[in-house]
């Protein structure tokens, strides 16, 4: 190994901004965000060996391994994505939508447990109070756990 890094000139500041560049174009590629941090670690250490061309290829890539961890942690937590409360809370979870709804009891519940129609769909369901809705009666959505509505049978 030590004959391979004093036979090794080291990457000038070109090699480190080349690495940059193709770092940042995979990462537009993958749009995961890791590999731009590590490019602005790659151009961080470019900058390093145009001020000082006579660092080895040792401490070139020393200086990479912590420019790219120290720029991916401040990365991440000064230019993480701001994550703001839907005013949809059913948004991503379309289910929680029928929250509120009539439905109609498909079977009648025997246990707590039967399937109701919603629209053109039918769902599994289980009452909140053990009652026992029979065939046809109208019931509103309380709960939704899983694929299983919640029901009360309407008064």
């Known amino acids: 190994m030590d004959s391979f890094i004093a036979a090794w000139p080291g990457f000038g500041p070109l090699s480190w901004l080349a690495l940059g560049a193709i770092l940042l174009a995979v990462e537009l590629l993958t749009g995961t965000a890791y590999l731009l941090w590590m490019a602005a670690a790659a151009a961080l250490t470019a900058a390093l060996t145009a001020i000082f061309p006579e660092l080895g290829i040792a401490f070139q890539l020393v200086a990479f391994a912590c420019l790219a961890?120290?720029?991916?942690?401040?990365?991440?937590?000064?230019?993480?994505?701001?994550?703001?409360?839907?005013?949809?809370?059913?948004?991503?979870?379309?289910?929680?939508?029928?929250?509120?709804?009539?439905?109609?009891?498909?079977?009648?519940?025997?246990?707590?447990?039967?399937?109701?129609?919603?629209?053109?769909?039918?769902?599994?369901?289980?009452?909140?109070?053990?009652?026992?809705?029979?065939?046809?009666?109208?019931?509103?959505v309380t709960g939704v756990e899983g694929a299983i509505m919640h029901v009360k049978a309407v008064d």
Do not use: C
């Open 69 to 140: 961890m120290s720029t991916m942690v401040l990365g991440r937590r000064f230019f993480s994505p701001m994550v703001t409360p839907s005013q949809s809370p059913g948004l991503n979870l379309p289910i929680l939508r029928h929250l509120g709804q009539t439905a109609v009891s498909v079977t009648p519940f025997v246990g707590g447990e039967g399937r109701v129609r919603i629209g053109d769909t039918e769902w599994a369901a289980k009452t909140d109070d053990q009652s026992s809705p029979k065939e046809g009666a109208i019931v509103v």
